[in-house]
């Protein structure tokens, strides 16, 4: 495999676990805010995020390619409101979503067509979670100044498997 894709591979590896550590501090976060429905919801999410991870290492492991670790970065999002997460994740989604296309170009200039069609699964993946995020953007700011709305959206989002 091309070195720079496989480096930018190997380093997308620690961007999905980072992007875990990020949700799992959210979740705890809403934990301690006394609302479990986004508490379950970024719980969830964080698993998501290290199945990306694994999916990555995976196919690197299956090219042959080393796999190196490295340390994953403190998640450091102040988070000073019930909205701050939700904001937060949509803007690190559409993040991710520019890696991904990084990955995309450089395998793409490698003429190395495998990866393209591996990353068409990513593609697609955060076309979703992107608008994901951002439904749960309006939904917050439709509902997330009345109590009892606040509290229907939460118990919506404890539903989450
Ligand atoms: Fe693995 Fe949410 O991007």
Not at 24 to 34: R, T
Not at 116 to 142: C, P, R, Y
């Amino acid at each position: 495999m091309d070195k720079k894709v496989a480096n930018l591979l190997n380093d997308q590896i620690n961007k999905e676990l980072y992007s875990a550590y990020l949700y799992l501090d959210f979740s705890n976060y809403y934990a301690e805010e006394g609302l479990e429905g986004f508490s379950n919801w970024y719980y969830i999410q964080a698993r998501e995020e290290r199945e990306h991870a694994e999916k990555i290492l995976k196919y690197l492991k299956d090219s042959g390619e080393k796999v190196t670790l490295e340390a994953i970065a403190k998640p450091d999002k102040k988070l000073t409101s019930l909205k701050t997460p939700i904001e937060e994740a949509s803007k690190h989604e559409k993040y991710v979503t520019s890696l991904i296309y990084n990955i995309y170009e450089a395998a793409s200039v490698a003429k190395d067509y495998r990866t393209m069609h591996f990353l068409d699964w990513f593609i697609n993946e955060q076309g979703e979670e992107e608008s994901t995020a951002e439904s749960l953007v309006k939904k917050f700011e439709l509902f997330g100044n009345d109590a009892k709305s606040l509290y229907e959206l939460d118990k919506e989002l404890l539903s989450r498997k």
